[in-house]
């Protein structure tokens, strides 16, 4: 008796009549894609429902209860997809991104113009938000789902980083939680300065160099080896190659695979390289050697001989340096340097078979951060 009397409150039937017209339109608008209607929309639903709270104190203390009332009677109408828990999502979305749509660009405001009317009813408001401020391109580039998990991530410029990768590079849902829980951001934020961090809030990550493609440590737990005592390098290899598509995923941006145990023969000596992709950003051969234990001397050496007969005999006019990765299980900063010119283009990197620890992770980077000192 209690929820029929609530609903029926004349208090709320203007937000309820409101959210119900802009839920008919999205559903007759046949825009660019269903996910972003549905992202505008529940912006959209986000905003009326603060600015709803927004008139009165007495408003904003019966928040919880005025969403129940709401969650019930567009269920009603709509079915799935309005419970209290997703409008609850759809007011924090509008709170997190409301700089993305300026006020004057609502579909609508508190009270309907006959403008406004016209434009809800037609199904024109949402299509003239997807093409942005002054046609600048849509404000959102990824499904709801993947906005409802961005939102749990605190840090502002981690979650612009995920977002624009995400965006870029085509992140499924799942793909986008592993590389979140795999500490993608703070693994390549360790190897940065201060504005290279600052960049990756605001661009993500872009490749102008060798060192953009580098991360520690590499995660490849998706390769199910960590349960095993024993394994060989070729075994490593072998699921490396078994899980290409996860292994280029986790490399980066712009690699291509080219070969598997590439030979090459130098003075009738036969020689194999475990891995050759090609990374089209940089323009250049990137040579990986696989070891399951501490690197030495002598890999490196041996990388050092596989990069310059690329540079020398396969690499292109045109094309940049090859790059030399020698993935390790550990690895002797000092012997690595003292080993290698400060001009090679190798990197000994370590792998690990199971996800870093996000805490840990953040740890350092704010050990890294106090040790650089600010420049602010």
């Known amino acids: 008796m209690t929820r029929k009397s609530e609903t029926a409150n004349t208090d709320e039937i203007p937000l309820f009549s409101s959210i119900r017209e802009l839920i008919v339109s999205a559903r007759r608008t046949v825009a660019r894609g269903v996910d972003l209607v549905q992202v505008l929309t529940n912006f959209e639903i986000g905003r009326r429902i603060v600015e709803h709270e927004q008139r009165g104190k007495k408003r904003a203390e019966y928040g919880k209860a005025q969403l129940s009332v709401l969650a019930d009677s567009l269920t ?54 997807i093409a942005g401020p002054a046609g600048g391109g849509s ?40 590389q979140y829980n795999s500490g993608l951001y703070e693994r390549l934020a360790l190897s940065r300065d201060k504005e290279g961090v600052r960049k990756l809030a605001r661009e993500g990550q872009v490749v102008a160099r060798p060192e953009d493609l580098l991360k520690e440590p590499y995660v490849l737990e998706f390769l199910g080896l960590e349960e095993r005592t024993k394994f060989s390098e070729s075994d490593l290899e072998t699921a490396i190659i078994d899980k290409l598509e996860a292994f280029l995923l986790e490399l980066g941006k712009g690699f291509l695979f080219e070969a598997r145990q590439k030979r090459f ?25 696989l070891k399951i234990g501490k690197v030495t001397h002598q890999d490196l050496g041996q990388m050092q001989m596989y990069v310059n007969y690329f540079d020398r005999h396969v690499r292109t006019p ?33 792998y690990q078979l199971y996800l870093p620890s996000k805490d840990e992770l953040r740890r350092k980077l704010l050990e890294w951060s106090k040790e650089s000192g600010s420049d602010d």
Not at 114 to 125: P, Q
Not at 280 to 287: G, K, P
Request: hydrophobic share 35%; glycine share 8%; aromatic share 12%.
């Open 265 to 289: 023969t130098f003075d009738e000596d036969h020689f194999f390289v475990d891995l050759v992709f090609y990374n089209r950003l940089l323009r250049c051969y990137v040579l990986i050697d």
């Open 76 to 129: 009603t109408e709509f079915g799935r997809g309005f419970s209290r828990s997703n409008l609850e999502y759809m007011r924090k979305f509008f709170l997190t991104y409301r700089a993305r749509i300026p006020e004057k660009s609502q579909l609508t405001t508190g009270k309907l113009g006959k403008r406004s009317k016209e434009l809800v009813s037609n199904g024109e408001g949402i299509p003239a938000l």
């Open 139 to 178: 404000p959102f580039r990824l499904g709801w789902t993947q906005y409802v998990f961005l939102m749990g991530i605190k840090n502002p410029e981690e979650r612009s980083f995920y977002e624009m990768e995400a965006a870029d590079n085509g992140w499924t849902l799942p793909e986008l939680k592993r």
């Open 318 to 350: 045109g094309e940049e340096r090859t790059i030399g990765i020698i993935l390790c299980k550990k690895k002797h900063d000092a012997m690595v340097e003292i080993t290698l010119p400060p001009e090679a283009n190798i990197h000994a990197k370590e």
